[in-house]
């Protein structure tokens, strides 16, 4: 089956911790999407790459950092810098051509840092 | 920066037609319509996108003025798996980081 996995589900961390989250897709897709989503609220963007090897910040990259040196992945690292890191993380992929308003979503990984 | 308008909430009965309207004021000419549906714990499903006039799939139609300041999601006969939070997002293709920013929503809840 073609998706997008993330692991794991659910993910605990103790303050002061870096935690890495990962990302996978099989679609064949070039560019993939890390958002941070608050209880209640709707989704923030972190980071994008339309292509590997390159990414851009969103609205909310402090704190974050990413990396895509595959077309099927693009891990999130959340960093003791994060003040809130706390937040259910989502994954998107889409495919190029300039189609970013049809992203597919991987499940998500909910982060809880004590 | 074609920041989207939604209501808060909606609530409907089975078998009805729903229609959830989305204000965008500022759409840019090669600005994408698009919608898509969240269930509580997991990741967002597009659900369609249009330019102009109506388009249809399988699970909705979306319906677009001629001038393109706002568009309707119609979802015929809903039923109780309808409940979810619906977004209305304007994406141009090659997506903007500004603009891929989902907003709060319109949660709609299905009663029977």
């Known amino acids: 089956d073609g998706g997008i996995t993330q692991s794991p589900k659910y993910l605990f961390r103790k303050e002061g911790q870096n935690v890495t989250l990962s990302c996978e897709q099989n679609?064949?897709?070039?560019?993939m999407y890390w958002y941070r989503q608050d209880p209640g609220q709707g989704l923030r963007l972190i980071y994008y790459?339309?292509?590997?090897?390159?990414?851009q910040k969103g609205d909310i990259a402090e704190g974050y950092s990413v990396s895509r040196e595959k077309k099927e992945s693009f891990p999130l690292t959340v960093t003791s810098a994060q003040k809130n890191p706390t937040a259910f993380y989502l994954c998107?992929?889409?495919?190029?051509?300039?189609?970013?308003?049809?992203?597919?979503f991987g499940p998500g990984t909910r982060l809880t840092v004590t | 920066l074609a920041k989207t308008t939604q209501p808060i909430s909606m609530d409907s009965y089975e078998g009805q037609e729903v229609n959830i309207t989305c204000s965008h004021n500022?759409?840019?000419?090669?600005?994408?319509i698009t919608w898509y549906q969240q269930f509580p714990s997991q990741g967002p499903r597009f659900i369609i996108q249009?330019?102009?006039t109506k388009v249809t799939n399988e699970v909705a139609s979306l319906f677009i003025p001629a001038d393109r300041k706002s568009s309707t999601l119609s979802l015929p006969r809903v039923s109780l798996s309808d409940t979810a939070v619906y977004y209305c997002?304007?994406?141009?293709?090659?997506?903007?980081?500004?603009?891929?920013?989902f907003g709060s929503g319109t949660q709609l809840t299905v009663l029977p």
């Open positions: 998107a992929s889409s495919s190029g051509g300039g189609r970013a308003y049809e992203q597919y």
């Open positions: 679609l064949n897709h070039d560019a």
């Open positions: 790459s339309q292509i590997v090897n390159d990414f």
């Open positions: 500022n759409i840019a000419t090669n600005d994408y």
């Open positions: 249009g330019y102009k």
């Open positions: 997002l304007v994406v141009a293709p090659s997506g903007s980081a500004r603009q891929l920013t």
